[in-house]
C-alpha cells in the first residue's frame, strides 16, 4: 500500500463517466467510494464492494456527490485589461464583433511577463476553486512575434494545453495588409511559438481569417508538430468546420452557425463539437444547437471561452447549467461534455473519467447529486477539489 493513498468513503452518488462501472454514461453509482494512490484511481464502486483494508486515510463524503474534475478544453487565459465598458455597450443593444480583440491586444502588448502570469495565475486558481483541473489556454493577444511566444511561455507555465492563436485577428500594424501577417503566423512567429506549443488554432470568421487563410496557417502548424483547432462558425456560418474536419482537428469550437453539411462532417469524423454558452450569454446571442450535434451523433464539449471580450468566466458549472437550461442538453450530457467531452477534445485519455488508472482529478460537491449543477445555477457547490490526488482547496 502507497503512502499517498486515501480513501473517499460514503459517496452518496458517483459519476465515473465509465459505462463499465455504473449506470449510463455517466457510469453513476450510488453509495460509492473510491480509492486513490499514487495521484491515480486505484479503485472506484459501490461501498459494498470496497475492497478490505483499501487504504490509510479516509474522507468521509457524507453522502454527497462526487464527479470527475472539469476539462476545460477552450481558454484564452493570457491577457491584460478590461473590457467591463464593451460588455456594458452590448448590454445596451450593440453588438459583439470581432475587432475588441485589438482592445485586449494593446493592453496586452503593454503588460510585464509578471503581469500577465499573475492574471494567468488569478484565473487559473479561480476555476481550480470551481472544479476545473485541465485547462486549456490560448495565445492571440500578442499578435507580435515576441507577444506571442511570451504568451505561451506564461500559459505554459500552468498547463500542458496550450495553444498557438496567432491568427486570432489581424493586428492594427497589418491593417490592409492580411497576406503579409499571415505569412508571418505561418513562418517567424511559428518558428518562435511551436516549442511551446501542443495545439494551433485560427479563428475563422468574417473579419478575421477566411478558409483559405485558415487552411493555410492549420497546414504550416501541423508540419511542425500542432494539432488543430478551429474558432468555427461563431457569428455566422462559414467554412470553419469544413477546414476543421478535412485537416482532422481535434475540435470545432462555438460551432454556433451550422449548415446541415457542416452538422454531418462532425458527426462523422473526430472533430469534437465544443460548446462554449458563455460566449452567447456575454454576448446576448442565440445559443447554439446542442440537441441537433447530439442527435446526429457528434461528440460534444462544453467550455467556458474564459476571455475578457465575449465570455469573461471559468465558472464550468455555470456553463452546464446554461446547457441544460437554455440548450436542451440533459444534466448527465451537460456534465459529460465538461468533463469527458472536454478530454476527448484535447485527445486526453487520463482524465475526464474516473476508471482505475485515470488521474485522480475529483470534485466533491455539496449536493447529492451531480443534477444540483443545473438545478441549483450560481450557488458555490464545489466543497473539495483534488488534482493528481491532491487535495487543493482550504
Ligand atoms: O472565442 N472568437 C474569438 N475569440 C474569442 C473572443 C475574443 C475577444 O473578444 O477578446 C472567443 O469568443
Ligand atoms: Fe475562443
Redesign the pocket.
Known sequence: MSDRSFLIDNIGSLVTNDPELGEGALGLVEDAALVVEDGLVAWAGPRARMPEGAARERWDAGGRAVTPGFVDS?A?LV?AGD?SR?FEARMSGRP?T?G??R??VAATRAATDEQLRDNVRRLVTEALRSGTTTVES?S??GLTVEDEERSLRVAAEHTDEVTY?GA??VPPEYMGKPDAYVELVCGAMLDACAPHSRWIDV?C?RG?FDGDQTRAILTAGKERGLVPRV?AG??GPGPGVAVAVELGAASA??VTHLRDTDVEALASSDTVATL?PG?EFS?RSPYPDARRLLDAGATVALAT?C?????YTTNVPFCIALAVRDMNMTPAEALWAATLGGARALRRTDVGHLAVGARADLVLLDAPSHLHLAYRPGVPLVNQVWKNGTPVLR
Open positions: 477552450h484564452h491577457f473590457r464593451e459583439y470581432a475588441g480583440i482592445t485586449t490560448k492571440g493577444y492563436l486570432h485577428v479563428f470568421e478575421a474558432h461563431q457569428l469550437d462555438h462554449l460566449a454576448t471561452d476571455n475578457p471580450g465575449s465570455s
